[in-house]
């Protein structure tokens, strides 16, 4: 059931994608016409009953701005997932509940003051909570350089580096006390970190088009990194289907937790 919501999505991809659409997204005249801004809007849902049961929901909105003087970016995103696990109750029975398997919301802004045409000083602030992450929540603020290495009508690849700051809870610490496994809290962490940031974008057709963003958050205690890459194709001049792919790693776990989270998304996506 999982696989056949994805299938028909990549058909509609590669179908789209060999069409001309009618309606092509935004230009650049649009943002030009209200100082810049432009944004997105996207949300997937899906919901399965029978033999098995799981309900998945994700959304995600971003805001941008680019002109002579800033390039500024702000966002916003939620994932939530329930599905049925296998439990322990109080007499050693082995039973099905249908619990949370995934609550993760993060958000974050970064302003930028063109020097140049190409380069760029850049401030920057992300939050993330996460009830089933390596940590519980993490926050970082930075400042430091950007470059827009290529820009034109079908490529942009930009560029940000510098120092910062983060700060983080790790996960709860299972722990076994009088045979009784229970969590235990864990001591918030700060320290200094290298920020960087590679953003690329390419059309593939007038319809079609790829993104593919790398965040890195490295201290010497923990190393965070994140992939986002994501396959979209307008169906109109404002909505659009998209396929997205993430990857998030963190080197400080606890045991029995995993470094590295994947997450793939179907979504719809309205653009404004």
């Known amino acids: 059931m999982k696989k056949t919501p994805l299938a028909l999505l990549v058909f509609a991809l590669l179908a789209a994608s060999g069409v001309q659409a009618q309606s092509t997204p935004s230009d650049d005249s649009d943002a030009a016409n209200n100082g810049g801004w432009s944004g997105s809007g996207e949300f997937?849902?899906?919901?399965?009953?029978?033999?098995?049961?799981?309900?998945?929901?994700?959304?995600?909105?971003?805001?941008?701005?680019?002109?002579?003087?800033?390039?500024?970016?702000?966002f916003l995103n939620g994932l939530r997932s329930k599905g049925e696990v296998t439990v322990e109750?109080?007499?050693?029975?082995?039973?099905?509940?249908?619990?949370?398997?995934?609550?993760?919301?993060?958000?974050?802004?970064?302003?930028g003051y063109k020097l140049d045409p190409r380069s760029y000083i850049v401030s920057a602030v992300?939050?993330?909570?996460?009830?089933?992450?390596?940590?519980?929540?993490?926050?970082t603020v930075s400042l430091g350089y950007g470059y827009i290495a290529l820009k034109n009508q079908r490529?942009?690849?930009?560029?940000?580096?510098?120092?910062?700051?983060?700060?983080y809870r790790p996960a709860n610490e299972l722990q076994d006390v009088g045979g009784v496994t229970v969590p235990v809290r864990q001591d918030t962490v700060g320290e200094g970190v290298a920020r960087g940031l590679v953003n690329?974008?390419?059309r593939l057709t007038d319809n079609t088009a790829f993104e593919?963003?790398?965040?890195?958050?490295?201290?010497?205690?923990?190393?965070?990194?994140?992939?986002?890459?994501?396959?979209?194709?307008?169906?109109?001049?404002?909505?659009?289907?998209?396929?997205?792919?993430?990857?998030?790693?963190?080197?400080?776990?606890?045991?029995?937790?995993?470094s590295t989270d994947t997450l793939t998304t179907t979504n719809l996506v309205y653009n404004f």
């Open 44 to 74: 997937g849902f899906a919901s399965a009953r029978g033999n098995s049961r799981s309900e998945n929901l994700n959304a995600k909105l971003g805001l941008s701005q680019e002109n002579e003087l800033w390039k500024n970016n702000f």
């Open 155 to 167: 490529t942009e690849l930009s560029f940000e580096i510098g120092p910062g700051y983060k700060r």
């Open 89 to 111: 109750d109080a007499a050693g029975n082995t039973i099905n509940r249908f619990s949370t398997t995934a609550n993760r919301y993060d958000g974050g802004a970064s302003v």
């Open 212 to 258: 593919d963003t790398l965040l890195l958050e490295a201290g010497s205690k923990n190393k965070y990194y994140q992939n986002d890459a994501g396959l979209s194709v307008s169906m109109t001049k404002k909505m659009a289907l998209k396929l997205g792919f993430q990857v998030r790693y963190n080197s400080d776990t606890q045991p029995g937790t995993k």
């Open 126 to 139: 992300r939050y993330e909570h996460d009830d089933f992450g390596a940590n519980l929540w993490q926050g």
């Open 200 to 202: 690329y974008k390419y």
